[in-house]
């Protein structure tokens, strides 16, 4: 027993100073762990806000469309579908014509390679 005491006594104060080293390096370690997580949740936070703002920005918009227009907004959307459609023309029944390009479009013939 006396020989540890022995040795302890000299050693006491260089393990006193490598245990205070080492508490202030823990500390600075976890400063710098609260500093990242504070960043990245205020990054987060103004990225979740950004979007709430779009999204609120666009609930305007369909709001005003709807009390603006009424309601025949299904009435234009199948007047667009109406307009979008392809029909054949009369007198040739082998070819219907894109009309935005005027290019034939063969659809009733196979073509083979």
Known sequence: MEGI??????????IMVVAIIWMKNQRKL???RLDAAANHSAEAAA??????GELEQRV???ERIV?????????QIEALRDRNT??????????SFDRESGVPLRIKQKESF
Request: net charge negative.
């Open 47 to 52: 990225r979740h806000a950004n979007q709430v």
């Open 30 to 32: 976890e400063e710098k």
């Open 86 to 95: 392809v029909e054949d023309q009369p007198g040739d029944s082998l070819q």
């Open 67 to 75: 009390t603006d227009k009424g309601y025949d907004v299904a009435a």
């Open 5 to 14: 005491l022995a040795l302890m006594i000299p050693l006491a104060p260089f």
């Open 60 to 62: 305007r918009v369909l």
